[in-house]
């Protein structure tokens, strides 16, 4: 049970609760299912696709950060007008025939490597492979920082992100990752300082960044408040 002083209450929560009749609703890469909880009026729904980790490598004596730069459909999804509407057509009507061009600043995203965990890997090793793929920068787990382990939308999702920092002080990446046969990604290399500047002017458009950033501005005022 929680810790801390109860201020308020809504409903009671229990101290066990009962999970039944789970069905999977949708097979694929976006697995659906759904299942009852006692005391709930309503089928819970549950987003199950596996877990991913989210490495930033970080060059603590240049000061260097390395980002990722990556096209996400999903985010044009938002930003950008067309695709907006025609988002909103697709709901309300089910399809939206043609074709729309999107520009690139509505559809790439700077954040950091990141993959899915595999069936039966570890997230360090999922960390380390990540890394090689997406940056080059081949490194081994004892050059792995832990953040975080956290749900990222645990209400509709089982999804867990596993953060690192990756230290690759002193090491250099190969010219070209290699990927995962079906990305494309530039890696880009940014000052501390300027990646701290992503929070406040726009350029940060994930949750998973906005993090790493801020544990970065952390890790880097403990660095500079340890022994000399």
């Given at each position: ?5 109860l ?42 696709r ?28 938002v ?8 988002l ?11 074709e729309?061009s ?10 950091c ?13 999922a ?6 793929e ?15 382990d ?72 403990e ?6």
């Amino acid at each position: 049970m929680a810790n801390g002083k109860l201020v308020s209450r809504v409903g009671s929560l229990a101290e066990a609760y009962l999970i039944g009749d789970m069905r999977l609703d949708r097979a694929g890469y976006l697995r659906i299912v759904s299942f009852t909880v006692e005391g709930s009026r309503f089928r819970n729904e549950c987003m199950d696709r596996g877990s991913a980790v989210i490495v930033m490598p970080v060059d603590w004596d240049l000061g260097i950060v390395y980002l990722i730069v990556q096209p996400r459909p999903n985010k044009a999804l938002v930003r950008d007008p067309q695709a907006a509407a025609a988002l909103a057509l697709t709901v309300t009507e089910g399809r939206c025939p043609g074709e729309i061009s999107v520009p690139a600043s509505a559809m790439h995203v700077i954040d950091c490597p990141a993959g899915m965990i595999d069936r039966g890997e570890t997230p360090a090793a999922a960390a380390v492979r990540e890394v090689l793929e997406e940056t080059g920068f081949a490194i081994d787990e004892a050059r792995l920082l832990p953040v975080s382990d956290h749900f990222t939308s645990v209400g509709g999702s089982s999804e867990r992100h596993v953060c690192f920092i990756a230290d690759v002080t002193g090491l250099k990446p190969a010219a070209r990752a290699d990927g995962d046969g079906d990305e494309r990604i530039e890696t880009r290399a940014f000052a501390f300082a300027e990646a701290s500047d992503m929070l406040k002017d726009g350029r940060c458009d994930t949750g998973s960044l906005a993090l790493m950033l801020r544990e970065l501005k952390i890790r880097e005022y403990e660095r500079f408040l340890g022994p000399k």
